[in-house]
């Protein structure tokens, strides 16, 4: 099982960037999809995350109104839509993958069976 994640760069404060992860592997078949985001020195924090057969969606508080989490539960992809940047999503972003999980730790990155490589996002102040 792999993760591949992709679409970071650098935006300015105010834009908007798409990110993407793929998840390969022929048996594999996730229950719930994540993007988690870590600075240095700091320990990696929950953004988003959606239930891959209902689509239901959570969102840390300081994301809700401006990231959208989405997924193609046939191509096993969910996508991260930051909107609004801020220079305080600076953050190297990994996406997550779970087999099962139950919603109290939805936000937990322990919950979670497998992990991407991370891309760069940078919003400049």
């Known amino acids: 099982v792999q993760l591949q994640a992709s679409g970071g760069g650098l935006v300015q404060a105010g834009g908007s960037l798409r990110l993407s992860c793929a998840a390969s592997g022929s048996t594999f078949s996730p229950n719930v999809m994540a993007w988690f985001r870590q600075v240095p020195g700091k320990e990696r924090e929950f953004v988003g995350s959606i239930r891959m057969n209902s689509a239901i969606a959570y969102y840390t508080d300081s994301v809700k109104g401006r990231f959208t989490v989405s997924r193609d539960r046939v191509k096993k992809m969910v996508y991260l839509q930051m909107n609004s940047l801020k220079p305080e999503d600076t953050a190297v972003y990994y996406c997550?993958?779970?087999?099962?999980?139950?919603?109290?730790?939805?936000?937990?990155?322990?919950?979670?069976?497998?992990w991407g490589q991370g891309t760069l996002v940078t919003v400049p102040a």
């Open positions: 997550a993958a779970a087999n099962g999980i139950i919603t109290s730790t939805i936000a937990t990155a322990r919950a979670y069976d497998y």
